[in-house]
């Protein structure tokens, strides 16, 4: 059997279910979502990037604490810090359902400067900074993980595989291209899955053994066992030469002085699962649309996984008239409650929730947010339209890339993004 076969089954192993409730009855969840999503641009000026809205009527956020509450862990603590008040309102609107007198609960942490006057200075600081928090729960293991992909994932698996390997620290991994790859630490692993070298956002990032086109890269998912984790965060904040990061610093150092393993992330036959960085405008489109496909690799439709949300009590859409010049009808597209489309064409298009389409409008290939409302006989391609836009009567957006840069962000890709800000409605008082 050669190292390649062995690696395979040992992914097959790890793929397998097991019994993990008391482990998780153990366990602490924290949740780092307190970025600033830059590269989203104006879909985070006035919003977190975990809070920014996904597939119809979901946040960002909702996949990783979905993942936790499917997963069996339901001690969940979510560390705030960018512009958080539409993602705390979200959390206390969506994730009030716990039963904190069963030890139940989604805690909200925002950054509260406890050890010093700086805010979070990297993601290790934002953990170490609570310390005090997390040992008052006294937890066993500690899950860490980022609020900001799109994702299904049973961390219970993750978990005990972590325990069974005896291991300090777990990464979950996932094979990306090498050209994906350099924007993600990347890892190269011995053939128990023992992580050998590790190298944050590498110029040339080394190939998978016995696979020369992908790369072993970090999903920002770690499971450490308490001890371990308290000990490193408390060397790395002595370290004044540190970035105090988990990919610059805490794992490199954790794979000299302890056994940090990989967790492949594979499907059910073996295969990369389904995960999505939607750091940027057109990763955020491109996951989006992708829920258009007849089958999409993300099935928000399976009833042994929900996603759960907070949503509004929105009447269900409407499509209005069926002249022949005037049909409102979408197809192969997802089109949220309270959505009215009024004798106008959606195609391969996301519509979130009470959003308004008139007559004669014809929207390809975009992805609306929640409350636009699209006048009559307007043209919109591959756009992205933000959360409470109006877009008057006859406007074209999408069809002149050039005239659209004058006023709006056009992406590399010709992705076109519009706010009210760009379209001068509630210039500082955009909703979030």
């Not at 395979?8 to 999503?37: C, F, I, N, Q, W």
């Not at 339901?74 to 039963?99: C, P």
């Not at 390997?165 to 094979?175: K, P, Q, R, S």
């Not at 000299?256 to 492949?264: F, G, H, Q, V």
Request: with cysteine; aromatic share 10%; charged share 25%.
């Amino acid at each position: 059997m050669t190292k390649q076969d062995e690696q395979k089954k040992l992914y097959k192993y790890y793929m397998e279910p097991h019994m993990v409730s008391d482990l998780t009855r153990r366990t602490l969840v924290l949740v780092l979502a307190g970025g600033e999503g830059s590269r989203l641009k104006n879909l985070t000026k006035w919003r977190a990037k975990p809070a920014v809205p996904f597939g119809g009527k979901y946040r960002i956020i909702d996949f990783a604490l979905s993942n936790c509450i499917n997963s069996g862990m339901r001690r969940i603590g979510v560390l705030t810090q960018y512009k958080s008040h539409s993602l705390i309102r979200h959390l206390q609107r969506a994730w009030g359902f716990m039963r904190p007198e069963i030890g139940e609960f989604v805690e909200i942490i925002p950054a509260q400067q406890r050890l010093k006057p700086e805010w979070y200075e990297g993601t290790a600081d934002a953990i170490y900074q609570n310390l005090d928090i997390i040992y008052r729960h006294d937890p066993e293991y500690v899950v860490i993980l980022g609020g900001d992909h799109i994702y299904t994932m049973d961390y219970g698996k993750m978990l005990q595989a972590h325990v069974e390997a005896g291991a300090d620290l777990t990464v979950g991994c996932i094979e990306a291209s090498l050209e994906e790859a350099k924007g993600f630490g990347v890892m190269s692993v011995d053939e128990n899955l023992e992580i050998t070298r590790f190298t944050e956002k590498p110029a040339n990032p080394e190939p998978m053994p016995g696979n020369p086109d992908v790369a072993l890269a970090s999903m920002g998912i770690y499971v450490f066992s308490m001890g371990y984790l308290a000990r490193i965060l408390m060397e790395d904040a002595e370290d004044e030469s540190s970035d105090h990061d988990f990919g610059k610093n805490i794992i490199p150092a954790s794979i000299e002085n302890s056994k940090a393993i990989a967790y492949p992330f594979l499907d059910e036959h073996g295969e990369p699962a389904y995960w999505r960085d939607v750091g940027t405008l057109y990763s955020y489109w491109k996951a989006n649309i992708e829920l258009c496909d007849i089958e999409p690799e993300l099935n928000l439709y399976r009833r042994d996984w929900p996603i759960w949300t907070y949503q509004s009590q929105s009447p269900p859409a409407k499509f209005a008239f069926d002249d022949e010049m005037r049909r409102g009808q979408a197809i192969d597209s997802l089109v949220a409650g309270g959505c009215i489309i009024s004798g106008a064409k959606v195609k391969h298009s996301v519509i979130f929730f009470n959003t308004h389409v008139e007559t004669g409008t014809y929207i390809k290939d975009s992805v609306i947010l929640p409350k636009v409302g699209i006048g009559k006989n307007c043209t919109i391609k591959k756009a992205v339209i933000d959360k409470g836009t109006y877009i008057p009567d006859g406007m074209e957006i999408g069809v002149d890339l050039e005239k659209d840069r004058e006023r709006f962000l056009v992406t590399d890709e010709g992705i076109v993004l519009v706010t009210p800000g760009m379209m001068n409605q509630r210039l500082h008082f955009e909703r979030d």
